[in-house]
């Protein structure tokens, strides 16, 4: 359903027909509106069910090149815009932005569906949202409604380790509590797009550049990536003394996959290698050659084969 809070002037038809195919959730306690979009059978059992959280500063578009492909072995697949993101609503001091929220987000779309578990696939900003959700499988925190569980997981090129991230100039200064706010009023095409293209390390096409930018102006949002990017705080909060710790007990026995393009910029591929040999040494590492941090749409052939190997071999 098209949400009339969404400005259309000059949105390319992909990203039209992206929002039309999708729905509009109102979540608690803020009544924020959460874009949605799912994919197949809604019957499905977990084992056949795909869940997918996208990166910063993308939306579930960001895996338009991948659903078909990925249709081939999964057939229920549920993708969300998070809050601050794509089509969803995106709020200012009054959200905080943290990956705790964020969490409950996506299990309240979750919920509204009807799913009980399934295999959750992760990218970027989307990583910390998962180990939020893995350190809840851990201690036992998922909602009941969630009973078939959570049937794997699966990383590509996230910040999962903060030290070892080689984030851009743009991120520090957006997090910068005097600067950040002059930088997002400052925000336009041209930073952008050297932003991407400085982060991603490869070749991109310009096309999927403007896209992520036509997502991120809707309702302003390039002028509220100070709050957005705040999420990288809480990394700095619980990543050593919650996620990586749950990471690693989850990984001992639940599928984990470590799916990781080489050319990335941010999160370098070092940091894949350092998650597989202190982490969690039990999980499948797969190394794209030549893909960079947007991998999924840098290099969508090469993704794709090496995300449903990890499914069908895992």
Not at 218 to 247: F, M, S, V
Not at 269 to 280: D, E, R
Request: with cysteine; net charge neutral.
């Amino acid at each position: 359903m098209a949400n009339d809070r969404t400005n259309e002037a000059g949105l390319y038809p992909e990203l039209i027909s992206w929002r039309d195919s999708g729905d509009f959730l109102e979540t608690k306690p803020l009544g924020l509106n959460v874009f949605y979009k799912e994919v197949g059978n809604r019957h499905a059992t977990a084992e056949n069910t795909l869940l997918l959280i996208h990166g910063f500063p993308e939306s579930s578009f960001s895996f338009n090149k991948v659903i078909d492909g990925l249709s081939q072995r999964f057939a229920r697949i549920v993708l969300l815009d998070l809050p601050g993101y794509g089509f969803s609503d995106k709020p200012g001091n009054e959200y905080s932005y943290s990956l705790v929220p964020q969490a409950d987000a996506a299990l309240a779309v979750w919920q509204h569906l009807g799913i009980r578990g399934g295999h959750i696939l992760s990218h970027d900003m989307g990583t910390s949202v998962l180990t939020e959700i893995v350190a809840r499988h851990v201690n036992s925190q998922l909602p009941a409604w969630f009973e078939d569980g959570v049937q794997s997981i699966t990383f590509t090129n996230g910040s999962m380790v903060l030290e070892l991230a080689e984030l851009r100039v743009m991120q520090r200064l957006l997090l910068n509590k005097r600067i950040g706010p002059i930088v997002s009023s400052l925000s336009r095409y041209s930073l952008f797009k050297k932003t991407i293209i400085s982060a991603h390390g490869a070749e991109i096409d310009e096309r999927d550049i403007e896209l992520l930018w036509q997502n991120c102006i809707q309702q302003n949002g390039h002028r509220k990536n100070h709050h957005i990017i705040r999420y990288l705080n809480d990394r700095r909060r619980y990543e050593q003394t919650r996620w990586l710790p749950a990471l690693k007990l989850a990984s001992e026995s639940l599928p984990s996959h470590l799916c990781w393009g080489d050319a990335d910029q941010v999160a370098r591929v070092a940091m894949a290698h350092y998650l597989k040999q202190s982490i969690c040494p039990n999980a499948t590492l797969t190394i794209m050659p030549g893909a960079g941090h947007f991998c999924q749409l840098g290099s969508p052939a090469l993704w794709l084969k090496s995300v449903l190997n990890f499914y069908e071999n895992g």
